[in-house]
């Protein structure tokens, strides 16, 4: 039974493996380089959001299941506090869609949103790219969850996205992961300004 | 099953049946998928032809590198197997070496794996040819694809956006065809380039034999 299966499959089994070392080679010699691209694009979200020269530090908190989550407090050149900013992912239409949330210095208002990753419909979803559709969350109030609607003024800085149209799964998916974000950052500014007492 | 090696005239042929006979796009209508969803501009376009040119030389290498093993009901799979991990050391290479193009073509990069030019082609030639004749008609489809793919991405970039390859190239006062952008205007490009297509060759025949 077996020898006849391996006679069948010998080449499969070989060739898997041979290809599974080739793919696992090529990964490791190019991981360096798409980390340092992934970082990039970090770094260019930080400074569109914060100024160009602000420095941030990693700290840790933890979130709704209690895992240990990394946000950045960013500081100005003089110092001064800037405000907060966390990567954050979480299920979009097509793929996992990573967000940067920047808040203020108090966690009272969202200072914006950069798409740091997604997969997205193009001509659909991904207009979650846009930076007039980003720059509605910028200004809304940290303090009450963002509600999704279908029609409004794109222009009002309250706590009502649009959505795209086309595009409400995405456009509701991004809403529910900066809706989360802000609920991790308030968390870890609550703690901090209690061990700050 | 295997033939014996064809002599390199022979084999030159395929990249030329390749490239405009059996052109992937303009005759076979194969790949359909990735003509459509990523010829919004020229850049997006020629990237994906050139990964997927990649995918078929790499694969129809080793695919008929093993010709004489594959047995059978197996073929398939070992065809799948072997596409799928050129397309993934291509998206590798992407994302390291062109990030803001992956990020652009997305998921349509990983997709290669599933597209019937490259399937088919080891299935009608790479499995059955010596190594040199299937270089060469994995070159030449995927050159005739690429082609075909930058073409289309051409058209489509100038009514769109009035630009090409990112520089402006419309004058001042056109106005943008947005249809371009979207699916609908992938199909009525399509269509229409393949009508022109058909017409050459009607009028090579007729000129041939009139």
């Known amino acids: 039974m077996l020898i006849n299966f391996l006679k069948q499959s010998w080449l499969v089994i070989v060739s898997s493996l041979v290809f599974g070392v080739l793919v696992a080679v090529v990964h490791g010699q190019l991981a360096g380089r798409i980390g340092a691209n992934e970082r990039s694009v970090f770094e260019g979200a930080m400074q569109a959001t914060f100024v160009a020269n602000a420095r941030s530090q990693e700290r840790s908190t933890v979130d709704g299941e209690g895992n240990s989550v990394p946000y950045y407090l960013v500081e100005g050149p003089e110092g001064q506090k800037l405000g907060y900013a966390i990567e954050i992912v979480g299920s979009g239409f097509v793929d996992k869609i990573k967000l940067l949330v920047s808040v203020g210095p108090k966690a009272e208002k969202i200072l914006g949103i950069a798409v740091l990753k997604s997969s997205e419909t193009p001509g659909y979803g991904d207009d979650i790219n846009d930076p007039l559709w980003e720059a509605q969350f910028a200004g809304a109030a940290a303090t009450e969850k963002l509600e999704v609607i279908t029609t409004g003024d794109v222009g009002r800085v309250d706590n009502q996205i649009v959505a795209i149209t086309g595009a409400t799964i995405s456009s509701e998916a991004v809403a529910s992961i900066v809706n989360k974000a802000i609920g991790i950052l308030r968390g870890a500014v609550e703690e901090r300004s209690v061990d700050d007492k | ?210």
């Open chain 2, 1 to 210: 099953m295997a033939e014996s090696n064809l002599l390199p005239c022979e084999a030159l042929s395929h990249f030329g049946r390749g490239l405009w006979q059996e052109n992937a796009i303009f005759r076979q209508l194969l790949g359909m998928c990735p003509t459509l969803a990523v010829t919004g501009a020229l850049q997006p376009a020629l990237t994906m032809g050139v990964a997927t040119t990649f995918v078929l030389v790499c694969s129809a290498l080793v695919v008929s590198a093993m010709r004489n093993l594959l047995v059978g009901h197996l073929r398939i799979l070992m065809f799948t197997l072997t596409i799928a991990t050129f397309v993934t050391i291509a998206d590798l290479l992407l994302r390291a070496y062109l990030p803001a193009m992956s990020a652009r073509l997305g998921p349509y990069v990983p997709l290669i794996i599933v597209n019937c030019v490259i399937i088919g082609r080891a299935e009608a030639c790479a499995s059955r040819q010596g190594m040199f004749t299937s270089l060469s008609d994995a070159l030449g489809t995927g050159l005739g694809f690429t082609l075909g793919l930058c073409v289309l991405g051409a058209v489509r970039e100038v009514m769109a956006d009035g630009t090409l390859w990112t520089h402006a190239v419309m004058p001042d006062g056109f106005v943008n065809w947005n249809v371009m952008k979207l699916p609908a205007g992938a199909f009525l490009t399509l269509g229409i380039l393949l009508g022109l297509v058909n017409q050459c060759s009607l009028r090579k025949k007729k000129a041939g034999t009139g």
